[in-house]
Nanobody
Framework: QLQLVESGGGLVQPGGSLRLSCVVS????????IGWFRRAPGKEREGVSC????????YYTDSVKGRFTISRDNAKNTVYLQMNSLKPEDTADYYC????????????????????WGKGTLVTVSS
């Protein structure tokens, strides 16, 4: 059974950093596009960053460009989201998702494109 498990969330001060991890099981990560999404209180879920199966193509939403970096280690079945220069507006539940289709941008911006989801990890940016 396909599973995605997020970890690495927590409380951090503005300007701080966190690294989120998404560990997958039940399938071979090599064939999947993976994305990180977030839902802030009172807001709709948004695609934060997505990465192709090889890692050669990435997408970032404008608000995180230059601050967040997505990467993957297929040998470890893990996808990471390095988050630097965190802001209070980054506070949200963060989720990873997977799909076998290859369109990285669609993975991040099209509702319903993603076939499997994790349960999320909470990131709180506050002083």
């Amino acid at each position: 059974q396909l599973q995605l498990v997020e970890s690495g969330g927590g409380l951090v001060q503005p300007g701080g950093s966190l690294r989120l991890s998404c560990v997958v099981s039940g399938f071979t990560l090599d064939y999947y596009t993976i994305g990180w999404f977030r839902r802030a209180p009172g807001k709709e879920r948004e695609g934060v960053s997505c990465i192709s199966s090889s890692g050669g193509s990435t997408y970032y939403t404008d608000s995180v460009k230059g601050r967040f970096t997505i990467s993957r280690d297929n040998a470890k079945n893990t996808v990471y989201l390095q988050m630097n220069s965190l802001k209070p507006e980054d506070t949200a539940d963060y989720y990873c998702a997977a799909d076998r289709r290859r369109d990285v941008q669609a993975m991040c911006v099209m509702p319903g494109f993603q076939s499997s989801w994790g349960k999320g990890t909470l990131v709180t940016v506050s002083s």
